[in-house]
């Protein structure tokens, strides 16, 4: 599946992202990403990942690959589920350079918001980070509403 350009935009926008992942005996876990961006054909999305920080998601991920991310806009709960195959590998210098401005950016939204930056620093981490490239097999809506859980695809 491809994603459209302004799917594409709001994923590289100042969003927050879960990455919903499972053990081998199906059992959820969850991380949080800090940086993504679609790679240029969009059928795939790269997000980068603190290990250190969700040591078990990453486990998850290279045992399995099966992954679902959510990206959610805090100021309107705006938000999509991009689900596929996901492959861990290191961060280059530019992601993690992508990821710092991520970092950034997301912390200015979210200090808008009311949120203190020495809160949101707690899960924006950057510590031993990887690159997870997730191919896109299905996108949702999950913004709270009527089209909550429909696949984009379907809808449009």
């Known amino acids: 599946m491809r994603i459209d350009q302004e799917l594409a935009d709001f994923i590289a926008s100042p969003v927050m992202m879960i990455v919903g992942t499972r053990d081998p005996a199906n059992r959820a876990e969850i991380g949080r990403g800090v940086g993504a961006w679609p790679v240029p054909d969009g059928r ?42 996901a492959l861990v590998g290191e961060a280059s210098p530019a992601a993690r350079d992508r990821s710092a ?47 909550a859980g429909k696949e984009v695809e379907a809808d449009r």
């Not at 991920?61 to 991009?82: C, M, W």
């Open 44 to 85: 795939a999305v790269e997000i980068v990942v603190s290990a250190w920080q969700w040591s078990a998601t990453v486990a998850n991920l290279r045992d399995n690959g099966a992954a679902a991310i959510t990206f959610t806009r805090p100021v309107d709960y705006v938000s999509y589920q991009v689900k596929g195959r």
């Open 101 to 147: 401005r991520y970092i950034a950016a997301m912390t200015e939204a979210l200090a808008a918001l009311g949120v203190a930056p020495a809160m949101s620093a707690l899960w924006l981490c950057e510590r031993e980070p990887v690159l997870v490239r997730l191919a896109i097999e299905a996108v949702f809506h999950q913004t709270p509403g009527p089209r």
